[in-house]
Nanobody, 125 residues
Framework: VQLQASGGGLVQAGGSLRLSCVVS????????MGWFRQAPGKGREFVAA????????YYTDSVKGRFTISRDNAKNTVYLQMNSLKPEDTAVYYC???????????????????WGQGTQVTVSS
């Protein structure tokens, strides 16, 4: 199983970016997906998750109303649309695929079995 994340970059505060993560090697449509991030000197934290069906999503409070997670099962891709970016959103962003198929959306890192390589997002003030 491989996850390839892309779309990171340098953006000014208030700007937008869209991250993508392409999954190969498993039945993408059967597994929930998540985005996590790790800022310099900090631990990895949950950002957003989407269920295998796409019907359920969940966000950490600090990104609600600014970030949107979505998926395109035909393209084996999960997205994270990030608007109104703030300097505190600066981090390496990781996509992850849930360990078990058909389960509910989760924020727990241990429930994700496969991880992408990360993509850097830098927001300047």
């Amino acid at each position: 199983v491989q996850l390839q994340a892309s779309g990171g970059g340098l953006v000014q505060a208030g700007g937008s970016l869209r991250l993508s993560c392409v999954v190969s090697g498993r039945a993408f449509r059967s597994y929930g997906m998540g985005w996590f991030r790790q800022a310099p000197g900090k631990g990895r934290e949950f950002v957003a998750a989407i269920s295998w069906s796409g019907l359920s999503t969940y966000y950490t409070d600090s990104v609600k109303g600014r970030f949107t997670i979505s998926r395109d099962n035909a393209k084996n891709t999960v997205y994270l649309q990030m608007n109104s970016l703030k300097p505190e959103d600066t981090a390496v962003y990781y996509c992850a695929s849930q360990r078990f198929s058909g389960t509910q959306v989760t924020i727990e890192e241990g429930e994700y079995a496969y991880w992408g390589q990360g993509t850097q997002v830098t927001v300047s003030s």
